[in-house]
């Protein structure tokens, strides 16, 4: 096959998704040590370029994208590091703290190549190749180049390695906080025996969620801090009443005091007095 040499870390969810697509445009070889080439393939089209070490994957590649857990990535970057070529473009996609992309530059670039920090901000399975992923560091705008030209949806934003990380762990911040806040909540309104009311409210308000709707969360908790307070305090004891763990109703309550103290973070339009 022509085109380019293209090596494939982990096979995860995203990895997978990621192989599928990109086997039948490229010359794939992908590594995962849970998946040695002689295991029984696990799912649809692994893998006709699976192989059996990180350095068989990654030796004489043009592009290395890491798809590995955030806690295995740097492990992988350090055992690829010595098996790059100079030049080669090494992605690394994994959700990893913005110090650990930079010290996977770091890495990748004492070795000559070519580093760039790349984040899902959608989940895989839902749209395939075409997953939105941004990338930032030296690497950016060739991996975006390479992705654009195999159906992948790469957005450079400039900036180094670490950047990209940092919008997607932002996101998460706001939308595993969500989640864990919803199961939460919906726990101790089956406690109550008000799961079915709740869950009505909770659909209602998260549908109905716009600019307006998110400026008032922020703005009434500047203007009424300390009721909003006393407020979650209360909740946190029906929750302990209800052998509900409060962890996150604790924590509101925490954040609304330092709101008190402190005042708002800045955001646009915003007033952060306390």
Sequence with gaps: MEGPQVALLGLGEAGRVLADGLGP????????????PSAPAKGPG???GLVGSNAEAVRGADVVI?????????????????????????????????????????????????AVDGAIMAPVPLRGLATPILASGAGAERFAAFAGAHGMD????????GDAAARKLLRSVLVKGLSALA???QGAAEAAGLAEWFWEHLVETVTGADERFVRRLLEGAGQHGVRRVHE???????LEELDVPPTMT????????????????PFPGGDRSP
Aim: hydrophobic share 45%; net charge negative.
């Design 232 to 238: 979650m305090d209360a909740a946190t004891r029906m």
């Design 25 to 36: 445009k490229v010359r794939l070889r992908a590594y995962d040590p849970a998946y040695p």
């Design 183 to 185: 199961i939460e909540a």
């Design 154 to 161: 790469v957005t450079p934003i400039g900036g180094e390695a």
């Design 250 to 265: 604790a924590a509101t309550a925490a954040t609304l005091r330092r709101v008190t103290e402190n005042g708002l973070p």
């Design 46 to 48: 692994l893998l006709d």
């Design 66 to 114: 890491a798809v590995t857990t955030g806690a295995d990535s740097l492990a992988a970057c350090a055992e690829s590091v010595p098996h790059l070529r100079p030049g080669v473009l090494y992605a690394d996609l994994s959700t990893a703290a913005p110090g650990d992309k930079r010290e996977i530059a770091a890495l990748v670039e004492a070795a000559g190549a070519v």
